[in-house]
């Protein structure tokens, strides 16, 4: 018997040595003293020594159901429901084999110990974590996001993600609805501050009822909890903004809100030109495959040919970036019925970028390097807008149907006008993309500790490219009059759909998910470089046949192993050449979770992949005005293997938290490239070699000192990677790097006018290939100074300063905040980049490729503007 073959014997005597216990099933409804359904009960079976032998939660309607083994359970037992706001109470039971017990609670009569209770900034029931946010801000967040930064057990990453207690979240949620989805950020960067009163982390949750049941899940999300006053009223602001004297600088902004029982609502307007990009706001796909919840497969295809724009990750967008950006969104919720809501979103983004640049690329791969440079002069227009709706329909307590439809238009226009040493090029490129999913979703409840999911999805992605170059490079190269126009034409479309049934059973201490799915995908690329040889044409066809079987067996309710094995049979079919290719993909979790010494996750997982479509052409085509790339056929699945560790514990209400994560990649089969670099191209084909592997360790530990009002950050992240490189050689050789970047942040909580929030960074850059050391080192200060200097006026003052090699760029801003008492209206004037720095120097090190970037920075504006708050 094989290994594979033990392994799946091993899983399938799991599955049906535990699936004959004796079980008790104990279901009923939870209800207030008004007969009001309470959603969130705790829902406890204890036993004779109180120690919890079951557990589950509540649905929307108040209803519950949990079972237990009777193995092992002597006499009496004990149901204990309790909830916010509701005094708990305790039940004693005869376990017999069903057993039906409705529950009333009755509020909860508050002390003063418990208005005290009340009036705490984080206070922590269940898995709910609900945080003051007045207790945390200084009157200068101007929008949710800004809150978030602030406050214990949260953080939002550089491209606007929010991560709570250590785990990207599933939602952001108003008021317990769900209005954005994955597009959230149109929600964090936009509502206004000022209407938030508190926010609550949700751990283990689960937006399914049905899967809520189960209890299985281990997603976090955010629940924003919004001001007295605010609910069954219009509410929003208005802001005009403009640059003072000469600076063309402004924004206009519109924000609604409307929160009623039956239908919840947000619009979004806004315009501006400080840098930020509206389509950066919206999430490009989604691909979820869930061991225990709902999955979700969105495919999207990839453009051909790429313009760079040279944007830096070094400094905010407002210093930075060249652009103007339009907003329109509207999302809504509605509850036609109890058990009939309809949730959808509409938006139309736009931006407008301007950049110049210039630069210096040096190819470290000989005695000789080679370099060039490059003056860019880049234009992009990028429209996105789609339309969004889901539908939620919860018939009965045993089935739930969603349906989620998705339609997006994405063209984009980009042009570049560069000098490549000492010739002028010209470049534009015009892209239409259009996308659309649908994901069907039906849940039903067998049993007690059986439910059964359909997923049934269907999409599309298509994207059009036409590219016009200018280059007497190309042209002397490929043999053309001096003055040509180099046309290159692209497409890439993909058309799938597919079915998964997946069985989910709970039993004692067993969470067992079996699953089978089927998908067809047609995908098809084509280029052709015009007046030229160059053409690729790849149809790419793939019939997938995929169990996925997953054991979580519990040991108690703070440790658990889970062990998940993926069989894939799929029918690879690529121009003439028909594969049938098996695949396996087993892994293995330990974890560890709320102890007193925090959480611990060990993981281990095997992973087999097939190249894309990209990736299979046989000809060469233009990626950009300098590189050719080319494909290869398949040879054999590419392989890599992943083993990782965490640790982290969050103790939110003392502002206490330790978050660790050590990664370790280990590629067996990877598609690499051969590169032949020359003074004015580069030339890549693909060919399938051995791997390299890397480290990952990230820590962070954040820390409250009460007596001197300081909360404190610190945090690591450290790279180290060795790929096999073949450059301008016969040989792949390997190349090694290590990154590091230590920083430190602090925020102060004085009760006198002036409060700070400082910090600084250091960043270290290596690579070292073909004995050649290349090493790039950054460091960074800031300082911000938060001065109220009467009850109505607010100055902020950020200082950054930046040491990138022998350069030192500073960077100054002021903000005057007037809120008079009792008015509707604010103001505020933004004096930015006082000392008007105009451009900074940056390098990046890849590998042999060291790249050195002159970019101009915004300069010095006074921005002047009003909200009015209604």
């Known amino acids: 018997m094989s290994k594979t073959e033990k392994i799946f014997s091993i899983i399938l005597f799991f599955v049906f040595s535990f699936s004959f216990s004796q079980e008790i099933l104990i279901k009923g409804k939870v209800t207030d003293n008004q007969n009001r359904g309470i959603e969130s009960a705790s829902v406890l079976i204890l036993d004779n020594n109180d120690e919890t032998i079951a557990y589950s939660f509540s649905d929307e309607k108040g209803y519950y159901n949990l079972n237990f083994d009777k193995k092992g359970v002597n006499g009496m037992v ?75 057990g949260i953080e939002v990453l550089n491209d606007g993600s929010i991560k709570a207690h250590g785990k990207k979240i599933e939602k952001l949620l108003v008021e317990g609805e769900d209005l954005l989805d994955k597009n959230y950020k149109l929600l964090s960067k936009n509502l206004d501050s ?87 706001l919206i999430t490009s796909n989604v691909l979820e495959n869930s061991q225990f919840g709902n999955d979700r497969f969105e495919y999207k295809t990839k453009p051909l040919y790429g313009i760079a724009n040279n944007e830096s990750q070094f400094f905010a967008k407002t210093q930075s970036i060249f652009n103007s950006a339009f907003l329109n969104s509207l999302s809504f919720t509605s509850k036609f019925k109890e058990n009939l809501s309809l949730r959808g979103v509409v938006y139309l ?29 880049y234009k992009n227009g990028k429209t996105l807008a789609s339309a969004e709706l889901e539908l939620k329909y919860y018939p009965n307590d045993k089935n739930y149907i969603t349906n989620l439809f998705i339609f997006k238009d994405n ?106 799915q089927a998908e067809y995908n047609s995908e098809l690329f084509k280029n052709k470089l015009l007046s030229t040889d160059y053409s690729n044409h790849v149809k790419l066809n793939q019939f997938k046949i995929i169990s996925d079987n997953s054991i979580r067996f519990n040991f108690s309710k703070i440790f658990d192993i889970t062990g998940n094995i993926s069989f894939q049979n799929i029918n690879y079919n690529y121009n003439y050449i028909h594969k049938n290719i098996f695949l396996i993909n087993p892994s293995i979790y330990l974890n560890i979770k709320k102890t007193k010494l925090g959480s611990f996750t060990l993981s281990y997982s095997e992973n087999s992949t097939l190249p894309e479509i990209n990736q299979l052409t046989d000809d060469y085509q233009l990626t950009d005005y300098r ?45 690499n490239t051969e590169s032949i670099i020359t003074n004015d191209f580069s030339f890549n084909s693909f060919q399938q070699t051995f791997g390299g592997e890397s480290y990952n360790f990230n820590f962070s530990f954040t820390n409250y000192i009460r007596k001197l009002n300081i909360s404190s950050r610190i ?44 910090g600084f960074s250091y960043n270290y850059n290596q690579t070292i290939f073909n004995d050649i050391k290349s090493t790039n080192i950054t460091k960074d200060l800031f300082l911000n100074v938060n001065y109220k200097i009467s009850k109505t006026l ?71 503007s009003v909200k009015y708050r209604f």
């Open 349 to 377: 983004t736009y931006d407008k970028q301007k950049q110049n640049s210039s630069s210096e690329t040096i190819f470290n791969i000989g005695n000789n390097p080679i370099s060039y440079t490059e003056n860019n002069f």
């Open 78 to 152: 004990t149901l204990k429901i309790s909830s916010l706001d509701h005094a708990p109470k305790e039940i004693k039971i005869n376990p017999e084999s069903v057993i039906l017990k409705d529950v009333v609670l009755e509020d909860k009569i508050e002390t003063i110990k418990e208005v005290i209770l009340e009036g705490k900034k984080v206070k922590i029931n269940q898995d709910t974590t609900s945080i003051k946010v007045a207790s945390f801000g200084n009157k200068t967040e101007q929008t949710v996001e800004d809150i978030l930064k602030k406050l214990p």
């Open 194 to 280: 000022k209407t938030l009163d508190e926010v609550q982390i949700i751990d283990n949750f689960e937006d399914n009822p049905i899967l809520k049941k189960l209890n299985n899940s281990d997603k976090v999300a955010i629940n924003l909890k919004l001001k007295k006053g605010l609910k069954n009223v219009w509410f929003g602001n208005i802001t005009l903004g403009s640059g003072v004297l000469s600076e063309n600088r402004w924004k206009e902004s519109l924000n609604l809100g409307l929160l009623k029982k039956k239908i919840k609502l947000f619009y979004f307007g806004d315009y501006n030109n400080l840098g930020e990009k509206a389509t950066d």
């Open 627 to 671: 590189s050719f790339s080319r494909g290869t056929n398949y040879q054999t699945p590419l392989k890599n293997s992943i083993a990782s560790f965490a640790y982290y514990i969050y103790i939110d209400d003392k502002r206490f938290s330790i978050n660790t994560t050590l990664f370790y990649l280990k590629s067996k089969s990877i598609l």
């Open 411 to 516: 063209p984009n226009k980009t042009s570049n006008d560069l000098i490549f040493n000492s010739d002028n090029i010209n470049q534009s490129s015009k892209s239409k993309n259009s996308t659309f999913y649908n994901h069907f979703n039906h849940t039903y409840e067998l049993s007690s500790n059986k439910v059964l999911n359909n997923y049934f999805y269907f999409g599309s992605d298509r994207v059009n490219e036409k590219t016009n170059i200018f280059s007497p490079l190309l042209n002397s190269f490929l043999d053309l009059n001096s003055d040509s126009n180099l046309l290159q034409t692209a497409s890439n479309n993909i058309l799938y759909s597919g079915i998964k049934t997946k069985l989910i059973t709970k039993l004692k201490r067993l969470d067992i998910t079996n699953s089978l």
């Open 794 to 864: 607010l100055a902020e003052s950020n200082n950054s300063l930046y040491f990138i090699f022998s350069q030192k760029y500073s960077f100054n801003n002021l903000v005057l905040s007037y809120n008079p008492i009792d008015s509707k209206f604010s103001y505020r004037i933004i004096f930015n980049n006082i000392l008007n720095e105009k451009e900074y120097v940056y390098t990046t090190l890849n590998n042999y490729t060291n790249f050195t970037s002159r970019i101009q920075l915004v300069p010095r504006y006074l921005l002047a």
């Open 715 to 758: 945090e690591t992240n450290n790279i180290w990677n060795s790929n096999p490189i073949n450059v301008n050689s016969n040989n792949f050789s390997m190349s090694k790097g290590y990154a590091n970047k230590i920083k430190y942040s602090a925020t102060t909580y004085f009760k006198i006018p002036v409060n700070f929030d400082f």
